[in-house]
Nanobody, 124 residues
Framework: QVQLVESGGGLVQAGGSLRLSCAAS????????MGWFRQAPGKEREFVAA????????AYADSVKGRFTISRDNAKNTVYLQMNSLNPEDTAVYFC?????????????????WGQGTQVTVSS
C-alpha cells in the first residue's frame, strides 16, 4: 500500500501563488506516475498535471499550462505543484494520486492511490 498526504493549500488572492506538496510513504517503489487532480463543487474530478518518477516526464491540462509546474524529489518521495497566476476558476480541492503502471494517463479512474485532498481557494 501507498499513503499520500497533501499539504500547502489555502486562501490566496487572484494573481497569487501557492505550492502544494504530496508526500508518499509505504510501498513507494511501486509508483510509476504521480498526478495532481482537482475537483470543484458540483464538478467532476479533473486532471491537472502528472509526472513520471523515473524520467521526470510531465503533462499538463491546457487550463494550467504555463502557470503550474509539477516536480518531484525522489529522495524525499515528494511531488510538488507550483501554482502561479492563480484565478478564481482554480478554486477546488486538489488531490494527488499515484499510479503503478508506467503509462502516464489523465483519467483519474486509472490511478491506484489517492490522498485526502487539500483545499485551494482563490479570491477575486
Amino acid at each position: 500500500q501507498v499513503q499520500l498526504v497533501e499539504s500547502g493549500g489555502g486562501l490566496v488572492q487572484a494573481g497569487g501563488s501557492l505550492r502544494l506538496s504530496c508526500a508518499a510513504s509505504g510501498r513507494t517503489a511501486s509508483i510509476s506516475v504521480m498526478g495532481w487532480f482537482r475537483q470543484a463543487p458540483g464538478k467532476e474530478r479533473e486532471f491537472v498535471a502528472a509526472i513520471t518518477w523515473s524520467g521526470g516526464s510531465t503533462a499538463y491540462a491546457d487550463s494550467v499550462k504555463g502557470r503550474f509546474t509539477i516536480s518531484r524529489d525522489n529522495a524525499k518521495n515528494t511531488v510538488y505543484l507550483q501554482m502561479n497566476s492563480l484565478n478564481p476558476e482554480d478554486t477546488a480541492v486538489y488531490f494527488c494520486a499515484g499510479r503503478t503502471r508506467v503509462i502516464m494517463v489523465r483519467n483519474p479512474a486509472l490511478y491506484d492511490y489517492w490522498g485526502q485532498g487539500t483545499q485551494v481557494t482563490v479570491s477575486s
